[in-house]
């Protein structure tokens, strides 16, 4: 199955707490079916010192989120949109924004 979402999409969070947030997809993982977006979905980890010049505390961290809960954001308007798929004349396969038709791979 191809990838609706990529590494470095700009995303738009549909659901749950951070709902109307953006951010740029950091990491996909597919057989999860989850991704980590920057500045979504921050949750506290504690951490211990591990060495003498570090020091431990509580840390943000972006925790993964659900793929169903992002929508990829159109570049042409602005707003959240479906992905399409679209083969090019020259046989290349190549994502599409249902909402504008533009093309979403470089």
């Known amino acids: ?10 995303v738009h ?21 989850r991704a980590v977006v920057q500045g979504v979905h921050l949750v506290k980890k504690h951490t211990k010192q ?4 570090e ?3 509580i840390v ?7 793929l169903s809960n992002l929508a990829l954001i159109d570049p042409k308007t602005d707003k959240p949109t479906r992905v399409g798929f679209r083969v090019l004349d ?4 190549v994502r599409v924004a249902k ?3 533009e093309v979403l791979d470089a």
């Not at 199955?1 to 700009?10: E, F, N």
């Not at 947030?21 to 993982?29: A, D, N, P, Q």
């Not at 020259?90 to 396969?93: C, E, F, L, T």
Request: glycine letters at 20%.
């Open 1 to 10: 199955m191809a990838a609706k979402i990529k590494k470095g999409d700009r």
């Open 13 to 33: 969070v549909l659901t749950g707490r951070d709902k109307g947030k953006r951010g740029e997809v950091l990491r996909v993982i597919p057989t999860e079916n």
């Open 50 to 53: 591990t060495r003498v010049g």
């Open 55 to 57: 020091t431990g505390g």
């Open 60 to 66: 943000s961290i972006e925790a993964k989120i659900d």
């Open 90 to 93: 020259d046989g290349k396969k």
């Open 99 to 101: 909402g504008s038709g």
